[in-house]
Every structure is written in C-alpha cells, then in structure tokens.
Nanobody, 115 residues
Framework: QVQLVESGGDSVQPGGSLRLSCAAS????????MGWYRQVLGKQREFVAF???????NYANSVKGRFTISRDNAKNTIYLQMDNLKPEDTAVYYC?????????WGQGTQVTVSS
C-alpha cells in the first residue's frame, strides 16, 4: 500500500500563495493519475486538479488560472502551487493516487485563507 504524505498547508491572507507537496512512498509513475482534492467540514470532498503519468493536467473551474499542479518523478512528489488564494479555498487538501481501480489517499493538510 502506497503512503502519501501531504505538507505545506498553512494560514495565509487573501491574495497570498502556498505550495503543497505530496510525497509518495513509491515511484509515482506507477500511478496513471495523481491529484488533489479538498474538503470543508460537513461538505463533500471536491476535485481540485490532476496530473497524468504523461504530464497532462486538468483543473476545477474554481481554481483555473490560480493553481498549478506539477510532478517531480525523481522525488516521487507532486505539487500544487496555489496563487491568489481566496477565503473560499479554505479546506483540508488531500492527495490522491490512482492505480488501476484503487484510490489511495493521504492524510490531508489544512489550508486556511483569512484576513
């Protein structure tokens, strides 16, 4: 079972930036898609962005133009660069890795955007 460890969550003011990291315990090219989701307490987990093993990306409309997902195969890590953060971006952010039909999740990292 792969271990996914997120880091980089913090409290920032609106307009600020953060970079989240998700380090995997095995080669990330074992997963055809890796991505980021977020969840606010009491609400459903929602899709943020994904990146394929070939480097293709996709984003939720709410974050397009502000967030950038990337991967570093040598470090077995994916990243989420978040710019121009808004209060509505406040959530726990989770890393996901897809292997066949299996979904693997990290433990989450808290992002709070508040003045």
């Amino acid at each position: 079972q792969v271990q996914l460890v997120e880091s980089g969550g913090d409290s920032v003011q609106p307009g600020g930036s953060l970079r989240l990291s998700c380090a995997a315990s095995e080669h990330i090219d074992n997963f055809y898609v890796m991505g980021w989701y977020r969840q606010v307490l009491g609400k459903q987990r929602e899709f943020v962005a994904f990146i394929t093993v070939g480097g293709g990306t996709n984003y939720a409309n709410s974050v397009k133009g502000r967030f950038t997902i990337s991967r570093d195969n040598a470090k077995n890590t994916i990243y989420l660069q978040m710019d121009n953060l808004k209060p509505e971006d406040t959530a726990v952010y989770y890393c996901q890795a897809l292997s066949g039909a299996k979904q693997n999740w990290g433990q989450g990292t808290q992002v709070t955007v508040s003045s």
